[in-house]
Each structure stands twice: as C-alpha cells, then as structure tokens.
T-cell receptor, first 116, second 113 residues
Framework: EPEVTQTPSHQVTQMGQEVILRCVPISNHLYFYWYRQILGQKVEFLVSFYNNEISEKSEIFDDQFSVERPDGSNFTLKIRSTKLEDSAMYFC??????????????FGPGTRLTVL | GEDVEQSLFLSVREGDSSVINCTYT??????LYWYKQEPGAGLQLLTYIFSNMDMKQDQRLTVLLNKKDKHLSLRIADTQTGDSAIYFC?????????????FGSGTQLTVLP
C-alpha cells in the first residue's frame, strides 16, 4: 500500500543552523501539507502546497520557513535559522485531490527535530 | 479561531468499551475524523463521519455526531491492548481558500490487562 515517507526520522541541530526535512508524498497525490506537534501539545497546521505554490499557511509559518517541491517526488520543509522552540515532531501529509470523497490526508511517520 | 477539545487521558480494562469525546467549534465542518497515533508512528486515519450523519459504525468503532452540541465521540467496543495509543479528533476547517485539518490535543488511551 502506498505511503508517505519522511527522512530523517530524527534530526538534531544547533540553534541557528538550517535544517531541511524531507518528505516523499504518495505518487499520484496533488496536495501536500506540513504539520508540527510540539511535545505534549496539539498537532498544528503549518502550510499547504498545491500546483507548486503555497495555498495557505498558518501564523507559525513565518519567514524562517519555506517549502519546496524540487522534483516530482520530494516535498521539503526548510527552517533557515532554527530556534529552541522549533523542536517538535514534523509531519508531512498528502492528499490526492480536493474532491477526494472524504478528504483524507495521508500522514508520514514524522521527523523529530531537536534544537540544542 | 477554530478549536477542537478532547480530554487528555482515558484508562479502560481489556474487553471493556472505550468512549473518547471531542468538542469542536467550526459548524461548517464537512468531515470530522478520528486519527490514531501509536508510539513512534505517524497519524493513521481510523474513521471519519460526514457532517450530515449522526452515527457511523465500522466493525468495533462507532462514531456519534451531535451537530447541535458540536460533540463527536468514538466508541471502541471490546478494547484490546493493541488499541493503546493517542486518539486525535480533527475537523476540516477553511482558512482562506484552502482546507486544513484542525486537531484536538489527543486522548491517551491506556488499556489495562
């Protein structure tokens, strides 16, 4: 069964460093998302991406964040200068179409980002 | 903004029924979802309900929706130790032109042998 994959599973970085989190969505999906979950808190929407551009972004998704679909398979989240408060689990999700019968977003296993 | 609330913890004995409750605020939600998160794993869609339904049953899972009270529940019959996980309620909300999932804080279900 096709699934969303994410790499790495755990990333440790120093404050101020740039990180790139990678996702490979399901191959025939058209809508892509990033969510994050700070330990013990809710899963929060960051950004949605469709047709090679951002559809919507939350207040969390400031200028330090960017997303890219550099080729036909990868979907990346870049954090330019990480802060301690960026430590969280980051989930990628994809969805086939906006007209999916029940709008299911398929989630990857997540990347745990630890900023020291 | 839109919000989804859940109780944080629930413990049940193996074989009993579990009921996980959720309240939401966006009355325009078309779909409401229950996701399961096992330790170290991603979010797995368990079941969903369309907003014009009151109830949906899927094997051991029963979803009840009270639109008037904006209350959603998930009942797991004959709960097993493998059901131990965090369960997230989520709704589709519109933000600008895009739909996004708004999640509750998750309910940690512990199944005791």
């Amino acid at each position: 069964e096709p699934e969303v994959t994410q790499t790495p599973s755990h990333q440790v970085t120093q404050m101020g460093q740039e990180v790139i989190l990678r996702c490979v969505p399901i191959s025939n999906h058209l809508y892509f998302y990033w969510y994050r979950q700070i330990l013990g808190q809710k899963v929060e929407f960051l950004v949605s991406f469709y047709n090679n551009e951002i559809s919507e972004k939350s207040e969390i998704f400031d200028d330090q964040f960017s997303v890219e679909r550099p080729d036909g398979s990868n979907f990346t989240l870049k954090i330019r200068s990480t802060k301690l408060e960026d430590s969280a689990m980051y989930f990628c999700a994809s969805k086939r179409t906006e007209l999916s019968s029940y709008n299911e977003q398929f989630f990857g296993p997540g990347t745990r980002l630890t900023v020291l | 903004g839109e919000d989804v609330e859940q109780s944080l913890f629930l413990s049940v004995r193996e074989g009993d029924s579990s009921v996980i409750n959720c309240t939401y605020t966006d009355s325009s939600s078309t779909y409401l979802y229950w996701y399961k998160q096992e330790p170290g794993a991603g979010l797995q869609l368990l079941t969903y309900i369309f907003s014009n339904m009151d109830m949906k049953q899927d094997q051991r899972l029963t979803v009840l929706l009270n639109k008037k009270d904006k209350h959603l529940s998930l009942r797991i019959a004959d709960t097993q130790t493998g059901d131990s996980a965090i369960y997230f309620c989520a709704e589709i909300t519109f933000s600008g032109s895009a739909r996004q999932l708004t999640f509750g804080s998750g309910t940690q279900l512990t199944v005791l042998p």
